[in-house]
Protein backbone atom coordinates (compact mmCIF):
# COMPACT_ATOMS: atom_id res chain seq x y z
CA UNK A 1 0.00 0.00 0.00
CA UNK A 2 1.31 3.30 -1.11
CA UNK A 3 0.47 6.51 1.13
CA UNK A 4 -1.18 7.95 -2.09
CA UNK A 5 -3.91 4.67 -1.67
CA UNK A 6 -4.39 6.20 2.27
CA UNK A 7 -7.78 7.98 1.95
CA UNK A 8 -6.30 11.73 3.56
CA UNK A 9 -3.66 12.92 5.65
CA UNK A 10 -1.56 14.66 3.89
CA UNK A 11 0.72 16.36 5.72
CA UNK A 12 0.98 13.80 7.71
CA UNK A 13 1.94 11.31 5.01
CA UNK A 14 4.66 14.13 4.50
CA UNK A 15 5.88 13.95 7.35
CA UNK A 16 6.27 10.62 8.04
CA UNK A 17 8.25 9.93 4.25
CA UNK A 18 10.72 12.29 5.67
CA UNK A 19 11.33 10.92 8.87
CA UNK A 20 12.31 8.05 7.09
CA UNK A 21 14.65 10.32 4.52
CA UNK A 22 16.11 12.04 6.77
CA UNK A 23 16.71 8.68 8.65
CA UNK A 24 14.86 9.08 11.37
CA UNK A 25 13.42 5.69 12.27
CA UNK A 26 12.59 4.73 15.47
CA UNK A 27 12.78 1.48 16.40
CA UNK A 28 9.12 1.09 18.10
CA UNK A 29 6.13 3.23 16.89
CA UNK A 30 2.22 3.44 17.75
CA UNK A 31 -0.58 4.13 14.99
CA UNK A 32 -3.27 5.02 17.00
CA UNK A 33 -6.42 6.06 16.24
CA UNK A 34 -10.58 4.63 15.30
CA UNK A 35 -10.86 2.12 12.30
CA UNK A 36 -12.55 5.00 9.55
CA UNK A 37 -9.40 7.37 10.71
CA UNK A 38 -7.23 4.89 8.92
CA UNK A 39 -4.79 3.77 11.13
CA UNK A 40 -4.05 0.68 9.80
CA UNK A 41 -2.76 1.74 6.35
CA UNK A 42 -1.11 4.25 7.16
CA UNK A 43 1.04 1.58 9.21
CA UNK A 44 1.13 -0.55 6.11
CA UNK A 45 1.97 2.49 3.70
CA UNK A 46 4.85 3.50 6.22
CA UNK A 47 6.36 0.19 6.07
CA UNK A 48 6.08 0.20 2.31
CA UNK A 49 8.00 3.44 2.02
CA UNK A 50 10.22 1.85 4.64
CA UNK A 51 11.43 -1.12 2.12
CA UNK A 52 11.17 0.51 -1.05
CA UNK A 53 14.15 0.65 -2.70
CA UNK A 54 13.34 3.25 -5.41
CA UNK A 55 11.34 5.43 -3.54
CA UNK A 56 10.31 8.92 -5.09
CA UNK A 57 8.48 12.15 -4.80
CA UNK A 58 7.61 11.23 -0.63
CA UNK A 59 5.82 8.13 -1.85
CA UNK A 60 6.86 3.97 -2.61
CA UNK A 61 7.31 3.46 -5.94
CA UNK A 62 4.84 0.75 -6.22
CA UNK A 63 6.93 -1.58 -8.88
CA UNK A 64 9.86 -3.07 -7.10
CA UNK A 65 9.97 -6.65 -5.65
CA UNK A 66 9.28 -5.19 -1.92
CA UNK A 67 6.48 -3.28 -3.13
CA UNK A 68 4.77 -5.78 -5.02
CA UNK A 69 5.44 -8.51 -2.12
CA UNK A 70 4.15 -5.58 0.99
CA UNK A 71 1.38 -5.13 -1.16
CA UNK A 72 0.22 -8.87 -1.24
CA UNK A 73 1.61 -8.79 2.78
CA UNK A 74 4.17 -11.68 1.34
CA UNK A 75 7.62 -9.94 2.23
CA UNK A 76 10.01 -12.29 3.77
CA UNK A 77 10.92 -9.11 6.54
CA UNK A 78 7.97 -8.46 6.96
CA UNK A 79 5.70 -10.11 9.77
CA UNK A 80 2.07 -9.70 10.87
CA UNK A 81 0.68 -10.60 14.09
CA UNK A 82 -3.11 -9.78 14.82
CA UNK A 83 -5.80 -11.11 17.38
CA UNK A 84 -7.13 -14.53 16.53
CA UNK A 85 -9.01 -17.36 18.18
CA UNK A 86 -11.43 -20.04 16.85
CA UNK A 87 -14.76 -21.65 18.01
CA UNK A 88 -13.52 -25.07 20.38
CA UNK A 89 -10.45 -23.78 20.90
CA UNK A 90 -9.68 -22.81 24.68
CA UNK A 91 -6.77 -19.87 25.10
CA UNK A 92 -3.75 -22.41 25.77
CA UNK A 93 -4.12 -24.21 22.58
CA UNK A 94 -1.44 -21.91 21.01
CA UNK A 95 -3.03 -20.43 17.76
CA UNK A 96 -0.92 -17.72 16.49
CA UNK A 97 -1.20 -15.11 13.58
CA UNK A 98 0.25 -17.20 11.03
CA UNK A 99 -2.77 -20.02 11.09
CA UNK A 100 -4.88 -17.40 9.86
CA UNK A 101 -2.55 -15.19 7.45
CA UNK A 102 -4.50 -16.03 4.58
CA UNK A 103 -7.42 -14.77 5.96
CA UNK A 104 -5.82 -11.61 6.70
CA UNK A 105 -3.96 -10.82 3.93
CA UNK A 106 -8.05 -11.19 1.63
CA UNK A 107 -8.99 -9.03 4.06
CA UNK A 108 -6.72 -6.43 4.23
CA UNK A 109 -6.23 -6.46 0.19
CA UNK A 110 -10.08 -6.28 -0.21
CA UNK A 111 -11.04 -3.59 2.38
CA UNK A 112 -7.70 -1.59 1.69
CA UNK A 113 -7.01 -1.89 5.08
CA UNK A 114 -10.64 0.02 6.61
CA UNK A 115 -11.84 -2.76 8.98
CA UNK A 116 -13.03 -3.44 12.34
CA UNK A 117 -11.97 -5.54 14.86
CA UNK A 118 -15.27 -7.14 15.17
CA UNK A 119 -15.42 -7.08 10.57
CA UNK A 120 -12.30 -9.50 11.45
CA UNK A 121 -13.71 -11.46 14.14
CA UNK A 122 -16.54 -12.23 11.63
CA UNK A 123 -14.24 -13.26 9.19
CA UNK A 124 -12.97 -15.88 11.80
CA UNK A 125 -16.63 -17.17 12.55
CA UNK A 126 -16.17 -16.23 16.37
CA UNK A 127 -19.99 -15.24 16.78
CA UNK A 128 -21.30 -12.56 18.69
CA UNK A 129 -19.80 -13.79 22.21
CA UNK A 130 -15.93 -14.52 21.36
CA UNK A 131 -12.93 -12.17 20.14
CA UNK A 132 -9.52 -12.57 19.22
CA UNK A 133 -6.60 -11.93 21.32
CA UNK A 134 -2.50 -12.20 21.40
CA UNK A 135 -1.18 -15.66 23.15
CA UNK A 136 1.77 -15.86 24.94
CA UNK A 137 3.03 -18.25 22.10
CA UNK A 138 2.45 -15.52 19.73
CA UNK A 139 4.99 -13.52 21.98
CA UNK A 140 7.31 -16.65 21.58
CA UNK A 141 6.79 -16.69 17.74
CA UNK A 142 7.48 -13.00 17.74
CA UNK A 143 11.09 -13.30 19.35
CA UNK A 144 11.54 -16.80 17.22
CA UNK A 145 11.01 -14.64 13.93
CA UNK A 146 12.99 -11.68 14.91
CA UNK A 147 15.72 -14.00 16.11
CA UNK A 148 16.76 -14.91 12.43
CA UNK A 149 18.93 -12.43 9.94
CA UNK A 150 16.84 -9.81 7.57
CA UNK A 151 16.39 -11.83 4.33
CA UNK A 152 16.33 -9.26 1.36
CA UNK A 153 15.85 -5.98 2.94
CA UNK A 154 17.80 -3.49 5.86
CA UNK A 155 15.34 -4.13 8.15
CA UNK A 156 12.75 -6.30 9.68
CA UNK A 157 9.79 -4.83 10.46
CA UNK A 158 7.26 -6.50 12.77
CA UNK A 159 3.31 -5.27 12.68
CA UNK A 160 1.30 -6.02 15.61
CA UNK A 161 -2.52 -4.77 15.25
CA UNK A 162 -4.52 -4.32 18.03
CA UNK A 163 -1.83 -4.55 20.39
CA UNK A 164 -4.57 -4.20 23.14
CA UNK A 165 -5.65 -7.47 23.13
CA UNK A 166 -2.33 -9.03 24.20
CA UNK A 167 -2.46 -10.58 28.04
CA UNK A 168 -0.44 -9.53 30.61
CA UNK A 169 2.37 -12.18 30.21
CA UNK A 170 2.63 -11.62 26.53
CA UNK A 171 3.09 -7.80 26.41
CA UNK A 172 5.87 -8.24 29.68
CA UNK A 173 7.71 -10.66 26.64
CA UNK A 174 7.31 -7.98 23.70
CA UNK A 175 8.83 -5.55 26.61
CA UNK A 176 11.84 -6.65 26.63
CA UNK A 177 12.04 -6.76 23.22
CA UNK A 178 11.21 -2.53 23.26
CA UNK A 179 13.46 -2.32 26.38
CA UNK A 180 16.76 -3.61 24.48
CA UNK A 181 15.93 -2.94 20.81
CA UNK A 182 17.69 -5.36 18.20
CA UNK A 183 19.73 -4.04 15.43
CA UNK A 184 17.42 -2.48 12.72
CA UNK A 185 14.47 -4.24 14.39
CA UNK A 186 11.16 -2.17 13.55
CA UNK A 187 8.55 -2.12 15.42
CA UNK A 188 5.10 -1.12 14.14
CA UNK A 189 2.07 -1.28 16.15
CA UNK A 190 -1.37 -0.09 15.38
CA UNK A 191 -3.99 0.65 18.36
CA UNK A 192 -7.60 1.92 18.85
CA UNK A 193 -7.47 1.91 22.40
CA UNK A 194 -3.52 2.62 23.27
CA UNK A 195 -5.04 3.06 26.90
CA UNK A 196 -5.49 -0.30 27.58
CA UNK A 197 -1.65 -1.32 26.81
CA UNK A 198 1.38 -1.40 29.49
CA UNK A 199 2.03 2.15 30.72
CA UNK A 200 6.06 0.49 30.49
CA UNK A 201 4.90 -0.13 26.25
CA UNK A 202 3.41 3.03 25.67
CA UNK A 203 6.62 4.90 27.22
CA UNK A 204 9.07 3.12 24.80
CA UNK A 205 6.78 4.09 21.74
CA UNK A 206 6.87 6.90 19.54
CA UNK A 207 3.30 7.82 18.98
CA UNK A 208 1.73 8.85 15.52
CA UNK A 209 -1.81 9.80 16.34
CA UNK A 210 -3.64 9.35 13.23
CA UNK A 211 -6.65 11.91 13.26
CA UNK A 212 -10.37 11.69 12.18
CA UNK A 213 -10.53 12.75 8.08
CA UNK A 214 -11.67 16.50 7.67
CA UNK A 215 -14.89 17.09 5.86
CA UNK A 216 -13.52 17.94 2.26
CA UNK A 217 -11.84 14.51 2.32
CA UNK A 218 -15.24 12.73 2.91
CA UNK A 219 -16.54 14.95 0.50
CA UNK A 220 -14.04 13.99 -2.36
CA UNK A 221 -14.38 10.21 -0.98
CA UNK A 222 -18.47 10.60 -1.22
CA UNK A 223 -18.01 11.87 -4.85
CA UNK A 224 -15.77 8.67 -5.70
CA UNK A 225 -18.55 6.46 -4.35
CA UNK A 226 -20.90 7.62 -6.36
CA UNK A 227 -22.74 9.98 -4.28
CA UNK A 228 -24.04 13.30 -5.81
CA UNK A 229 -22.91 16.88 -5.44
CA UNK A 230 -25.58 18.29 -3.82
CA UNK A 231 -25.61 15.59 -0.97
CA UNK A 232 -22.05 14.37 -0.52
CA UNK A 233 -21.30 17.11 1.91
CA UNK A 234 -24.22 16.23 4.19
CA UNK A 235 -23.06 12.75 4.12
CA UNK A 236 -19.61 13.30 5.04
CA UNK A 237 -20.68 15.74 7.76
CA UNK A 238 -22.90 12.75 8.92
CA UNK A 239 -19.56 10.58 8.71
CA UNK A 240 -17.98 12.77 11.38
CA UNK A 241 -14.36 12.03 10.36
CA UNK A 242 -15.05 8.32 9.83
CA UNK A 243 -14.22 6.48 6.06
CA UNK A 244 -15.83 3.55 7.78
CA UNK A 245 -18.79 5.39 8.43
CA UNK A 246 -19.36 7.24 5.43
CA UNK A 247 -19.28 4.15 3.41
CA UNK A 248 -22.26 2.74 5.82
CA UNK A 249 -23.81 6.06 4.93
CA UNK A 250 -23.55 5.25 1.11
CA UNK A 251 -25.09 2.30 0.92
CA UNK A 252 -27.74 2.94 2.74
CA UNK A 253 -26.63 0.61 5.46
CA UNK A 254 -26.12 0.30 9.50
CA UNK A 255 -23.15 -1.99 9.83
CA UNK A 256 -24.74 -5.33 11.62
CA UNK A 257 -23.26 -3.93 14.80
CA UNK A 258 -24.40 -0.76 15.27
CA UNK A 259 -27.55 -1.71 14.22
CA UNK A 260 -27.72 -3.80 17.21
CA UNK A 261 -26.55 -1.58 19.42
CA UNK A 262 -29.68 0.72 18.17
CA UNK A 263 -31.90 -2.21 18.84
CA UNK A 264 -30.60 -2.58 22.32
CA UNK A 265 -30.59 1.00 23.33
CA UNK A 266 -34.09 1.78 21.89
CA UNK A 267 -35.10 -1.31 23.91
CA UNK A 268 -33.84 -0.57 27.13
CA UNK A 269 -35.43 3.09 27.58
CA UNK A 270 -38.53 1.95 26.23
CA UNK A 271 -38.37 -0.54 29.49
CA UNK A 272 -37.38 2.63 31.64
CA UNK A 273 -40.50 4.58 29.97
CA UNK A 274 -42.61 1.51 30.96
CA UNK A 275 -40.98 1.65 34.69
CA UNK A 276 -40.24 -2.22 33.52
CA UNK A 277 -37.51 -3.18 36.10
CA UNK A 278 -38.00 -7.11 35.61
CA UNK A 279 -37.93 -6.29 31.49
CA UNK A 280 -34.43 -4.06 32.66
CA UNK A 281 -33.18 -7.24 34.18
CA UNK A 282 -33.43 -9.45 31.21
CA UNK A 283 -32.06 -7.07 28.98
CA UNK A 284 -28.75 -7.25 31.37
CA UNK A 285 -28.64 -10.58 31.34
CA UNK A 286 -28.51 -10.02 27.07
CA UNK A 287 -26.09 -7.89 27.11
CA UNK A 288 -24.10 -10.21 29.79
CA UNK A 289 -24.14 -13.15 27.02
CA UNK A 290 -21.91 -10.56 24.66
CA UNK A 291 -18.14 -10.31 24.18
CA UNK A 292 -16.19 -7.90 26.29
CA UNK A 293 -15.53 -5.97 23.18
CA UNK A 294 -19.35 -5.87 21.82
CA UNK A 295 -20.14 -4.52 25.17
CA UNK A 296 -17.80 -2.10 25.13
CA UNK A 297 -18.90 -0.63 21.31
CA UNK A 298 -22.56 -0.68 23.22
CA UNK A 299 -21.45 1.59 25.55
CA UNK A 300 -19.83 3.67 22.67
CA UNK A 301 -22.91 3.97 20.88
CA UNK A 302 -24.92 4.16 24.29
CA UNK A 303 -22.95 7.62 24.64
CA UNK A 304 -23.44 8.55 21.28
CA UNK A 305 -27.07 8.47 20.73
CA UNK A 306 -27.49 9.97 24.04
CA UNK A 307 -25.27 13.15 23.08
CA UNK A 308 -27.39 13.24 20.11
CA UNK A 309 -31.18 12.46 21.98
CA UNK A 310 -29.65 15.69 23.97
CA UNK A 311 -28.09 18.02 21.27
CA UNK A 312 -31.73 17.69 19.56
CA UNK A 313 -33.58 18.83 23.08
CA UNK A 314 -31.66 22.20 22.67
CA UNK A 315 -32.81 23.25 19.50
CA UNK A 316 -29.37 21.90 18.14
CA UNK A 317 -30.80 18.85 15.10
CA UNK A 318 -28.67 20.94 12.71
CA UNK A 319 -25.91 19.80 14.05
CA UNK A 320 -26.76 16.13 14.69
CA UNK A 321 -25.11 13.11 13.29
CA UNK A 322 -28.09 10.30 12.95
CA UNK A 323 -30.00 9.40 9.92
CA UNK A 324 -32.60 6.79 9.43
CA UNK A 325 -34.21 4.97 12.08
CA UNK A 326 -31.56 6.32 14.83
CA UNK A 327 -32.73 10.18 14.05
CA UNK A 328 -36.79 8.87 13.79
CA UNK A 329 -36.38 7.54 17.17
CA UNK A 330 -34.78 10.41 18.92
CA UNK A 331 -36.61 12.75 17.77
CA UNK A 332 -39.40 11.03 19.29
CA UNK A 333 -37.11 10.33 22.58
CA UNK A 334 -35.01 13.95 23.07
CA UNK A 335 -37.63 15.21 25.03
CA UNK A 336 -36.85 12.98 28.00
CA UNK A 337 -33.21 13.91 28.16
CA UNK A 338 -32.30 17.41 29.20
CA UNK A 339 -30.07 19.19 31.10
CA UNK A 340 -31.84 17.64 35.04
CA UNK A 341 -30.49 14.16 33.55
CA UNK A 342 -27.70 14.02 30.95
CA UNK A 343 -25.15 14.36 33.56
CA UNK A 344 -26.70 11.58 35.88
CA UNK A 345 -26.96 8.98 33.15
CA UNK A 346 -23.81 9.69 31.13
CA UNK A 347 -21.90 9.49 34.68
CA UNK A 348 -23.77 6.17 35.25
CA UNK A 349 -22.64 5.15 31.91
CA UNK A 350 -19.26 5.74 32.33
CA UNK A 351 -19.23 4.03 35.60
CA UNK A 352 -20.26 1.03 33.71
CA UNK A 353 -17.58 1.45 30.96
CA UNK A 354 -14.61 1.64 33.79
CA UNK A 355 -16.04 -1.28 35.84
CA UNK A 356 -16.25 -3.43 31.95
CA UNK A 357 -12.67 -2.18 31.22
CA UNK A 358 -11.60 -3.75 34.84
CA UNK A 359 -13.09 -6.84 34.38
CA UNK A 360 -16.31 -6.82 36.71
CA UNK A 361 -19.22 -8.84 36.34
CA UNK A 362 -20.94 -7.54 33.38
CA UNK A 363 -24.34 -9.07 34.39
CA UNK A 364 -24.29 -6.83 38.14
CA UNK A 365 -23.21 -3.79 36.15
CA UNK A 366 -25.42 -3.71 33.07
CA UNK A 367 -27.73 -4.33 35.39
CA UNK A 368 -27.30 -1.67 37.77
CA UNK A 369 -26.65 0.75 34.64
CA UNK A 370 -30.51 0.08 33.40
CA UNK A 371 -31.87 0.42 37.01
CA UNK A 372 -29.90 3.72 37.44
CA UNK A 373 -30.86 5.24 34.54
CA UNK A 374 -34.33 4.39 34.69
CA UNK A 375 -34.61 6.66 37.74
CA UNK A 376 -33.99 9.63 35.65
CA UNK A 377 -35.95 8.46 32.60
CA UNK A 378 -39.00 10.47 34.12
CA UNK A 379 -41.69 9.99 30.91
CA UNK A 380 -44.74 11.60 31.11
CA UNK A 381 -44.13 12.79 34.52
Not at 196 to 202: D, Y
Request: net charge negative; glycine share 6%; proline share 3%.
Amino acid sequence: MRFCDVIGHTELKKRLAKSIDEGRVSHAQLFTGNTGYGALPLAMAYVQYLHCTNRHDGDSCGECAACRQIEKLEHPDLHLVFPVNKQGKKPSSGLVSNDFISEFREKFVSSGGYFSAQEWYDCLDLGKTLKGFISVAEAEEIIRKLSFKSFSSRYKTMLIWLPETMNERAANMILKILEEPWEDTIFVMVSERPNLLLGTILSRMQEVSVPRLSIEELVAEAGRLGVAESEARQKARLADGDIHRLREIVSGEKGEISSENFVLFRSMMRHCYLNKHLELLHWADEVAALSRERQLELIADFARLLREAYITHAGCEGISYLWGEEAEFCRKFFPYIDSRNIEPIVEHLETAQRRLRQNGDPRILFSVFALSVSKYINFGK
